[in-house]
Nanobody
Framework: QVQLVESGGGLVQAGGSLRLSCSAS????????MGWFRQVPGKEREFVAA????????YYADSVKGRFTISRDNAKNTGYLQMNSLKPEDTAAYYC?????????????????WGQGTQVTVSS
């Protein structure tokens, strides 16, 4: 079992930045690939970014490519999502997730563990 807790969300103006953190506890975080997803009410949860267990590979949704950066510090059992040049359409609840199995996927169903989410609101 892995327990995930997100933090760092908040209200920011368009063009601003936020850094989300995902703190993990339980089994060895470094054994899992990690992803970030987001969801707005009434819509499906969507993929944002993913990073492999040893940080050798990163993947991004086209909508955030060039603006968001995913990273992790396995020594601290923490993952990060640096979000720059934020837009109002980035407003959502953001979730971190972890999965067993070392392959890339943007499917929510492939992730085994989820945090409770942190709200990001970008004002225009």
């Amino acid at each position: 079992q892995v327990q995930l807790v997100e933090s760092g969300g908040g209200l920011v103006q368009a063009g601003g930045s936020l850094r989300l953190s995902c703190s993990a506890s339980g089994r060895t975080f470094s054994s899992y690939d990690m992803g970030w997803f987001r969801q707005v009410p009434g819509k499906e949860r969507e993929f944002v970014a993913a990073i492999s267990w040893i940080s050798s590979s990163t993947y991004y949704a086209d909508s955030v490519k060039g603006r968001f950066t995913i990273s992790r510090d396995n020594a601290k059992n923490t993952g990060y999502l640096q979000m720059n040049s934020l837009k109002p359409e980035d407003t959502a609840a953001y979730y971190c997730a972890a999965k067993i199995g070392r392959y890339f996927t943007d499917l929510t169903t492939s992730y085994n563990y989820w945090g409770q989410g942190t709200q990001v609101t970008v004002s225009s």
